[in-house]
């Protein structure tokens, strides 16, 4: 009997519909708690080839929430531990591995060669970079974050509204699994929900995904959801940069209280410092902290009262 006998037999797959999986090649952006169980399913659908990012290695004290590696493999690289996971579950899944870190560099080759991406990532700047170059190229977005006992998953893009459109304004902090804990069982059912609307998307199954905000709350056991098909677009979103994007005439501001300058060439200036800050007409300004957050919330800031060009760095330690 054939692996994939038991989907198959459902009247909105078929043959052809496991021919289409075969041909499909995704982007998972993050081998983490979310990325584990899209991965898992993606690879057990029978996807023909999944592209897979993510720079950080297998550690202990995560295991509770990525059931997909072993002891044996801490300190292994999660896309390359993850490859060889993946290609002894299914042979027939192309499994490509990249070890590097997700950002606006190496993100256009990689959305432009994908069908459709999964979000798996776990900083704003990972997310919002994928979402505006998944928005520029009409490709499908599923985005997902999950954090204590809690999360959403959502179809972005591919002809339906940005995750910019769905969060035009950030909170000022940001909690992390790090920080804030999480439970490894609601991780791996949003990263579910995530993987059944990528099959949904790539099956041309309705009604679609795409436009659809799913939330998952197990402390109150509540699910939730709607539509966001008609939400306004951002008039002028703020985009993030790689640092080999810098340019030499930027202006480099690094928000970081925390931290010395990240660039010799930056200046020192916290959030409640931007207000005296007066660019020079013709220069980009560069806003640079640790995950995104404080650099995207000054960039508003910055924004309602300077018309000037403003960029988005991310510096991860």
């Not at 299914?90 to 990689?110: G, Q, T």
């Not at 970079?129 to 809690?150: E, V, Y």
């Not at 791996?188 to 609307?197: E, K, T």
């Not at 041309?204 to 709607?226: C, E, H, K, N, Y």
Request: glycine residues 10%.
């Amino acid at each position: 009997m054939s692996r994939y006998a038991r989907q198959t037999i459902l009247p909105e797959i078929g043959a052809a519909g496991q021919a289409r999986l075969a041909r499909a090649h995704v982007l998972v952006a993050g081998a983490g708690g979310l990325g584990v169980p899209v991965l898992q399913y993606l690879a057990g659908a029978g996807i023909g080839t999944i592209t897979l990012v993510d720079v950080d290695l297998v550690a202990e004290h995560n295991l509770h929430r990525q059931p997909l590696y072993r002891m044996d493999q801490i300190g292994q690289p999660k896309a390359q531990a993850a490859a060889n996971v993946l290609t002894a579950l299914n042979p027939d899944v192309r499994v490509v591995p990249v070890i590097e870190m997700l950002d606006p560099a190496n993100a256009p080759p990689l959305v432009g060669a994908a069908d459709l991406v999964l979000d798996c990532a776990d900083t704003f700047a990972a997310s919002l970079t994928l979402s505006d170059h998944c928005h520029d190229r009409g490709k499908p977005l599923i985005t997902a974050s999950a954090l204590g006992q809690a999360g959403y998953v959502a179809g972005c893009c591919g002809g339906s509204p940005s995750l910019r459109a769905i969060f035009p304004d950030l909170p000022e902090r940001g909690a992390s699994c790090a920080t804030a804990g999480v439970m490894g069982p609601m991780v791996g059912a949003v990263g579910a929900l995530q993987g059944q609307m990528a099959l949904s998307v790539l099956l041309g199954l309705a009604p679609s995904p795409l436009g659809q905000m799913i939330t998952v709350d197990t402390a109150r056991w509540r699910f939730a959801g709607f539509r966001f098909d008609r939400a306004p677009e951002p008039e002028r979103p703020l985009r993030f940069i790689a640092r080999n994007q810098i340019r030499s005439d930027d202006l480099l501001i690094d928000l970081r209280a925390e931290a010395a300058p990240f660039s010799p060439g930056a200046r020192h200036v916290p959030p409640a410092g931007l207000w005296a800050l007066a660019p020079p007409d013709g220069r980009r300004v560069v806003l640079a902290c640790a995950t995104g957050l404080r650099a995207h919330n000054a960039g508003q800031e910055l924004q309602a009262r300077w018309p000037g060009e403003i960029a988005l760095l991310a510096i991860q330690s």
